[in-house]
């Protein structure tokens, strides 16, 4: 999400500049200097946010459900948009719904757990931490649960989505401290977002 981030950010009229391609700079000051903007992976922001490395953050909502963060969200984005889905190789569709017993690749286990419990399955949750895709041509899945965007990945695998289990965009995450207390700041980065997405919606 850091292109679209960085969109959104221009957009909004905090900043303006882009990714460079042979830097390890990650931290970047807005062009009045009143906002630091940190770069650091979808999946750490919840933990920067509420350790206090940062007052809010951009992140998905897939990665607040599947951790289950206490920060304040205070509205969705309008970029991100992607589904956790279960899927499985197409020759096999049909023969998973059936077995009473699954092996799991994901990089979301707790949503993973909770969704086969609910459905009553029992599954054995194989974590991994990317290319979940080839578990099962590999043997060593019968489906996973992954994000999708376009299903293209899937396809090219030789797997079918099943169901989606959440649907998922960026979200906006603020510090519940930083949030009670209103600080100028928080509030002028609120009301900027507010702002740049109401005339997107309007336009």
């Known amino acids: 999400m850091a292109e679209e981030s960085i969109a959104f950010f221009a957009r909004v009229g905090i900043a303006r500049f882009n990714l460079p391609e042979k830097t390890r700079e990650l931290s970047f000051f807005s062009e009045d200097g009143h906002f630091r903007i940190v770069l650091v992976r979808s999946q750490d922001v919840p933990t920067y946010v509420i350790q206090g490395g940062a007052d809010a953050g951009i992140t998905g909502r897939d990665v607040l459900a599947e951790g289950g963060y206490d920060l304040t969200v205070p509205f969705e984005l309008s970029f991100g948009e992607c589904r956790l889905c279960l899927a499985a190789p197409e020759e096999r569709v049909t023969a998973i719904r059936r077995e009473p017993h699954l092996r ?40 996973i649960v992954d994000l999708v965007s376009t299903g293209a990945t899937l396809k090219a695998n030789g797997l079918a989505e099943m169901e989606t289990i959440l649907e998922s965009r960026a979200v906006l995450v603020v510090n519940r401290a930083a949030y009670a207390v209103q600080t100028r700041r928080i509030a002028e980065l609120i009301a900027r977002f507010q702002t740049a997405l109401t005339n997107q919606t309007e336009t």
């Open 104 to 143: 799991v690749a994901t990089k979301y286990p707790r949503l993973t757990m909770d969704y086969f419990y609910r459905n009553g399955f029992s599954c054995e949750v194989i974590k991994l931490h990317g290319s979940i895709e080839i578990a099962p041509m590999l043997n060593m899945a019968d489906c």
